[in-house]
């Protein structure tokens, strides 16, 4: 896709801090985190936790009080605060669209600002609008007063990535949006992800939306404190302490079955299936967990690529793997593996 631009910056967090003016404390304190290239990493923690704290300081709407960011090894600090922010894609909850202005005028912002000739504006506009699941011909002469609260916050994505940047910060940015609308939109941003693939800081107080958005996740607690910095997988199944087991939630051993994949499980051999319709070697042990009970068998057969059976899941190999800590856990983990054991059951 023409433009369609795979920059994308390391991002590094160096013992940065953040202690606003008059607070007793840091909001953020001491953050040291890589972010690789490309990825999307969620800042999940309660609320007051330092994480809008720790994304503004990133495109300097909050100036560090110590420590150092570094984007591609040049410190926030050096750049001039404007030229940043366009290099920044920002997303925010209530999305700030221009209402006397168009959603093509409103996604032409940045890149007019920057003195794109007017052709390139244009096509620009079009193809993020077609990207963002919102056709040019039928949306982009409308006003944001004419569109669904989804629609507007996918605008906003439009209006980000304008100018390629090689970072975006996104803030709660589908907090606003009825569950449905917002299951469709993270979809939606993951697959666009997969094409744009700009390093991304996303801000959650929710769980699953971390899980499902994150290829790494940082959580935060009270006092601006990174407490684990980790995958979806290892935060499941191997929090570090006690925090981030409650703020996992109680039902980790079912989310960690949104992780694996039947083709990860040591199956039964073939020949023990009833001979129903195979679910996918792709498939999650959720998906299977919840096939079994919707056809109340105990196993089902298991297909690779080609259809071929390959083998039987069970209800027992999944009840196991939901208890089951990783390979590489730890005691903690391991002795906390009972409980979610009985909650597949
Ligand atoms: N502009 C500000 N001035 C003073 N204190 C602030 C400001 N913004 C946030 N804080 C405080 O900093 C802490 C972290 O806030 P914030 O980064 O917004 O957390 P979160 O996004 O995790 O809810 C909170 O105690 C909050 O009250
Ligand atoms: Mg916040």
Redesign the pocket.
């Known amino acids: 896709m023409a433009n369609q631009g795979h920059s994308a910056a390391e991002i590094v967090f160096d013992r940065a801090t953040k202690v ?1 003016r008059g ?1 007793p404390g840091p ?1 953020v304190d001491g953050l040291s985190m890589t972010v690789p290239a490309g990825e999307i990493c969620v800042l999940l ?1 309660p ?7 720790a994304l503004t300081m990133v495109n300097r709407l909050v100036e560090l009080t110590s420590g150092d960011i570094r984007i591609d090894g040049v410190s926030v600090g050096e750049q001039d605060a404007t030229g940043l922010r366009r290099r920044i894609g920002y997303v925010i909850q209530q999305i700030g669209l221009f209402p006397h202005m168009t959603i093509e005028e409103n996604v032409a912002t940045v890149p007019q600002v920057l003195g794109w000739k007017r052709d390139r504006v244009r096509d620009r506009v079009r193809e993020l609008l077609d990207l963002v699941g919102l056709p040019p011909r039928e949306y982009g002469g409308r006003y944001p007063a004419q569109l669904s609260g989804g629609q507007r916050q996918r605008v906003g994505i439009a209006r980000a990535l304008a100018a390629d940047p090689p970072v975006m910060l996104m803030d709660e940015p589908f907090g606003a949006l009825d569950p449905i609308t917002r299951e469709r939109i993270q979809d939606e941003f993951l697959r666009l992800h997969e094409q744009v693939r700009k390093t991304t800081l996303f ?1 959650s107080h929710d769980m699953d939306e971390a899980v499902k958005m994150g290829d790494r996740i940082a959580i ?1 607690r009270e006092g ?1 404190h990174l407490v684990q910095y980790d995958t979806p997988e290892r935060i499941l199944t191997a929090p570090v302490d006690d925090f981030v087991a409650r703020f996992v939630g109680a039902d980790r051993g079912l989310k960690a079955l949104t992780l694996r994949r039947l083709a990860d499980l040591a199956l039964e051999p073939a020949g023990a299936a009833p001979d129903t319709a195979p679910l996918a070697a792709t498939e999650t042990l959720h998906t299977a967990l919840s096939a079994l009970m919707a056809s109340s068998a105990d196993r089902l057969p298991v297909a690779d690529g080609d259809g071929r059976v390959v083998g039987t899941v069970t209800l027992d190999l999944i009840r196991a793997e939901a208890g089951r800590p990783s390979p590489d856990e730890d005691h903690r983990a391991e002795a906390d593996a009972g409980p979610a054991d009985g909650e597949v059951a």
């Open positions: 606003y607070a909001a923690g609320s007051g936790s330092g994480k809008t704290t801000v935060f601006g």
